[in-house]
């Protein structure tokens, strides 16, 4: 059994404690959060210990792994914190607000050989999974031209202010919708090294972007487009795709549905030449808890496993995070 | 209840397999006259339970049903509540607190607020109450004999083993809307152990259940063992497996489970409603004239 705390217990902090409190392998020792009728409730019913000051949980609960899921401006210090007391962490994204922060968190976890995670979930979707294994076998050929985009409705209308409309606090739709597809890109295409210009709108924010276009060149010289729009109520909730273009053919995916196309009848198997449409239900495992989507699940499986030594903590890790945090900034270096 | 409930997703742009679909689905039932029009489809076919989220939208079908009582006679709703990604974004943005703050209705919260955080601690069930009375208020003279709660809430629950307040939820449903409580979860077999051993007896459970194993937490055996084994009321939503099965199939799958009393299902044509209505009535004569033949699990 994994002894697990949880910092902070808002939308993301609630849902990995639902999903540690039906893991087989876990004990959840600890919920860290400010909101007393939020710690009551949880005191009250789940009857895990709660505490408003993480520094006395940790010391108290001794957890072996500590998940860290508060606005994004505390995840330094804390993260940094938990580290330097030899505990595993997974923390929620972005990593950092700046890129030398990052790096120095992924040194001293990698240092210290201790698990470390964020919860990017694109990568334990299974369409998303599949483009990776399609473009590791050349499938497509070579890729020329990548267009990422995510749309949703968050910020639909004129609000006052929250933390959300704070870049300090970790506001804004880069570090939010933004951050995940930049992730994908670079999990499936290679990192971001380069970014020719970018722009960042607001739509109903006053402080923050609500949306982020972007040109990127990733580190294999490949190019393409980032479009990213928070506010667009067209979509009933986040909606995450990615279309390649190679010279052998064209991949079009989302988290529900692949479309692959391929210009000769030499493709991988269980394809063919021209359109191939499969959808998640093709390459989606079972979770044995399902809380919002089986990547949720997913990825805290995928982090306790490596706690426990069953996998190699390669997925998500912080330095994959770091990478992310390093493209994240260099938008916002080139935004006109 | 009825063996046949029809299902709202396709009117709500929801479709677990391409977002594609859902944006065809978002336009064609851009007014309350097509779903309307469907609804009206599912029931000449037979079908007069409607299960649906607590969407703004739905205020819209319940006004077209009430204004007509002699084309409706015999019609009910099956709220499912609450429609998840309103509150969803709420607390993302304002906090557990913040969102309770802005959608628990009148000043109960606020006197609670100034109340003090003790007398709070002691009464999410009545936070609760007010939730569901604030969800409710739209079914107003509609026959609604079950009420559900969905699963993104009821395996929430099920996680912080916040076992009480689903219990609360079946009482107070019973008690203030004289109706049933029914759960929808993505964990069956998990919560029919947890609701068994609170004491709800026979509960109603709606889960994915399908040829596939699609959203079928812990696997397709445990929940045939469950359906052979527990006393609960199960409805079999996604028999489709979000369109990785035939619909002549997934229903003979379905249909030859035991302990299945309803099929949930959606479809935007009345087409596809015939189709599956008429599957679902082959396979249950099958069933009960043909004991000699093959019947599933």
Same mark, same amino acid.
């Given at each position: 059994m994994v002894k697990v705390a949880v910092i902070g217990a808002g939308k993301m902090g609630i849902s990995h404690l639902s999903i540690l409190g039906a %893991?087989?392998?876990?004990?959840?020792v600890g919920v860290c959060d400010t909101s007393k009728m939020v710690t009551d409730f949880l005191q009250k019913y789940s009857g895990v210990p709660c505490y408003a000051d993480y520094k006395k949980m940790v010391a108290e609960a001794k957890p072996e792994a500590v998940f860290v899921a508060v606005?994004? =401006?505390? %995840?330094y210090a804390m993260i940094k914190d938990i580290l330097d007391q030899g505990i595993h962490v997974f923390g929620e =994204?972005?990593?950092?607000?700046?890129p030398q922060e990052g790096k120095e968190l992924a040194s001293l976890a990698e240092r210290k050989k201790l698990v470390n995670q964020v919860g990017y979930h694109n990568k334990f979707i299974g369409t998303f999974r599949e483009v990776k294994q399609l473009l590791g076998e050349k499938a497509i050929g070579e890729p020329y031209h990548f267009t990422a985009e995510a749309y949703g409705p968050v910020v639909t209308v004129r609000k006052k202010a929250t933390w959300r409309s704070d870049p300090k606090e970790g506001g804004g739709c880069l570090l939010d919708y933004a951050s995940h597809v930049i992730d994908l890109v670079n999990d499936l295409l290679g990192p971001v090294e380069r970014v020719k210009s970018s722009l960042l709108k607001s739509i109903y924010s006053e402080d923050v972007e609500d949306s982020v276009y972007s040109l990127l060149e990733l580190r294999s010289g490949l190019s393409g487009v980032l479009s990213v729009n928070w506010s667009d109520d067209t979509y009933r909730k986040m909606s995450t795709s990615i279309t390649i273009q190679g010279t052998k053919g064209k991949i079009i995916s989302d988290a529900n549905e692949l479309k692959v196309f391929f210009r000769?009848?030499?493709?991988?198997?269980?394809y063919s030449k021209g359109w191939n449409v499969k959808n998640l239900t093709d390459f989606q495992e079972n979770v044995a808890f399902y809380l919002r989507g089986e990547e949720y699940s997913s990825q805290i499986d995928y982090f306790i496993d490596a706690v426990q030594g069953k996998v190699p903590n390669v997925i998500n890790n912080f330095h994959s995070a770091w990478l992310t945090d390093h493209a994240i900034s260099l938008i916002r270096n080139t935004a006109n | 209840m009825d063996r046949i409930l029809f299902g709202d997703n396709q009117f709500f742009a929801v479709n677990h397999i391409s977002d594609e679909k859902s944006r065809a689905q978002a336009i064609k039932f851009k007014t309350d006259q097509a779903i309307m029009k469907v609804l009206d489809d599912a029931l000449d076919c037979g079908v007069s339970t409607f299960m649906c989220t607590t969407h703004d939208r739905i205020a819209g079908v319940c006004q077209a049903v009430l204004a007509d009582p002699a084309r409706y006679e015999g019609f009910k709703i099956y709220p499912c509540m609450p429609y998840a990604h309103k509150y969803a974004n709420a607390v993302t943005e304002l906090g557990v607190a913040g969102a309770l703050k802005q959608y628990v209705p009148g000043n109960f919260f606020g006197s609670l607020f100034k109340g003090g955080m003790a007398y709070i601690s002691k009464d999410y069930e009545s936070i609760m109450e007010l939730m569901i009375d604030a969800e409710m208020k739209?079914?107003?003279g509609i026959d609604t004999p079950v009420i559900f709660l969905q699963n993104v809430i009821t395996d929430l629950l099920i996680g912080l083993r916040a076992t009480e307040i689903l219990v609360a939820f079946h009482t107070y449903i019973r008690k203030k809307y004289d109706a049933e409580a029914g759960f929808i979860t993505m964990n069956m077999p998990r919560l029919v152990q947890l609701l068994t051993e609170a004491g709800v007896s026979n509960p109603i459970v709606c889960a994915s259940i399908n040829k596939a194993g699609f959203r079928m937490s812990g696997g397709r055996e445990v929940y045939e063992e469950t359906l052979r084994s527990k006393k609960f009321r199960a409805i079999a939503m996604q028999v489709l497996g979000g369109g990785a099965i035939p619909p002549k199939e997934a229903i003979e799958y379905v249909c030859g489970l035991?302990?299945?009393e309803s099929i949930l299902f959606g479809a935007s044509s009345r087409g596809n409603i015939e189709n599956t209505v008429s599957y679902i009535h082959h396979y249950d004569k099958l069933k009960a004239h043909g004991a000699d033949r093959p019947v599933y699990v």
């Open positions: %893991h087989p392998d876990v004990t959840l606005p994004t =401006k505390f %995840h =994204k972005p990593l950092c607000l700046s000769e009848a030499d493709c991988p198997p269980g | 739209m079914f107003k035991p302990n299945i």
